[in-house]
Antibody, heavy 120, light 108 residues
Framework: QVQLKESGPGLVKPSEILSLTCTVS????????WSWIRQSPGKGPEWIGY???????IYNPSLKSRVIISIDTSKSQISLRLTSASVTDTAMYYC??????????????WGQGTLVAVSS | EIVLTQSPGTLSLSPGETATLSCRAS???????LAWYRQRPGQPPSLLIY???ARATGSPDRFSGDGSGTDFTLTISGLEPEDFAVYYC?????????FGPGTTVDIK
């Protein structure tokens, strides 16, 4: 069974780097694309970007200048770094997977999410 | 950039009734890449429908999807207690994933 677990600081100061990790278990990491998605309170989800097992990435154009997503296949971990954090980056951050072999552009499994607040 | 609009914003219904939710795109979509999710309070979204009309693994058969072009519909036939939640449509195209703002189905 696919399990995704997000971890990282729950509080980040404005202008600092928001950094999160997603640890994957129960699945071959090479079988999926791995996305970060965030959701502000009362809003729809917002896709941040994804990475594959080779380290290739695609980012949301609206966040591209501030985002780095990376993968460590030896640890089955996907990382997110968002620079120059601001209060508008306060959100629940999710890690999610998309099955590569049957591609419909969907998010098939999600972690439970981690809440990040940006505040001084 | 494709924008997804969902209506109504809130739908108030009783258990056992049928819910019809709409998702409209700002331009014509490839139907293969239109999905629906349900999000219960305190939980991540869960995939219900992909390819506009195919049920995801584990998705109950009371959920059905339809539509093409710019207009898509999710129908829930016979609302169960766990169906009172928020529903999102989502599109993939040009290497970008986009979600709609959601429809809340609450108990009347």
């Amino acid at each position: 069974q696919v399990q995704l677990k997000e971890s990282g600081p729950g509080l980040v100061k404005p202008s600092e780097i928001l950094s999160l990790t997603c640890t994957v278990s129960g699945v071959s990491i090479s079988s999926y694309y791995w996305s970060w998605i965030r959701q502000s309170p009362g809003k729809g989800p917002e896709w941040i970007g994804y990475v594959d097992d080779s380290g290739a990435t695609i980012y949301n154009p609206s966040l591209k200048s501030r985002v780095i997503i990376s993968i460590d296949t030896s640890k089955s971990q996907i990382s997110l770094r968002l620079t120059s954090a601001s209060v508008t980056d306060t959100a629940m951050y999710y890690c999610a997977s998309s099955y590569r072999s049957s591609w419909y552009g969907t998010f098939d499994f999600w972690g439970q999410g981690t809440l990040v607040a940006v505040s001084s | 950039e494709i924008v997804l609009t969902q209506s109504p914003g809130t739908l108030s219904l009783s258990p056992g009734e049928t819910a019809t939710l709409s998702c409209r795109a700002s331009e014509s979509l490839a139907s293969n890449y239109l999905a629906w999710y349900r999000q219960r309070p305190g939980q991540p979204p869960s995939l219900l429908i992909y390819g506009a009309s195919a049920r995801a693994t584990g998705s109950p058969d009371r959920f059905s999807g339809d539509g093409s072009g710019t207009d898509f519909t999710l129908t829930i036939s016979g609302l169960e207690p766990e169906d009172f939640a928020v529903y999102y449509c989502q599109h993939y195209g040009s290497s970008v994933f986009t979600f709609g703002p959601g429809t809340t189905v609450d108990i009347k």
